[in-house]
């Protein structure tokens, strides 16, 4: 349930409601399946609406719970294997690149 602040109340979800979801998932479950579904989805809606109900200001959003960055290093130029090491190697070579196959019939 959602009030006018957004905020959820008291979550509770009902075997129809399940039966519903599962319809649009295009799930088959029996009747002890809708049961188990309705109280795990339940403990998970009051879940959420416990969170929802948590002071917030002051909480600037994230994406990721720690700080990010790329670990990188400097490129470098440095001496690679003859191109005609590299080729005999493939197993076709033309104008000293790798030759494969055309890819959905295109054209030369």
Not at 79 to 95: G, M, N, R, T
């Amino acid at each position: 349930m959602v009030d006018d602040s957004g905020i959820q109340g008291e979550a509770t979800i009902s075997e129809q409601e399940v039966r519903h979801l599962a319809h649009l998932a295009r799930l088959a479950l029996t009747d002890d399946e809708v049961a188990h579904f309705t109280g795990q989805l339940g403990a998970i809606l009051h879940a959420v609406s416990e969170v929802a109900r948590v002071d917030r200001t002051g909480v600037t959003p994230m994406s990721h719970a720690v700080a990010l960055a790329n670990v990188t290093r400097p490129d470098l130029v440095t001496a690679s294997l003859p191109v005609a090491e590299v080729l005999a190697a493939a197993p076709a070579a033309e104008d000293d690149r790798f030759r494969v196959p055309r890819i959905l019939g295109e054209a030369p």
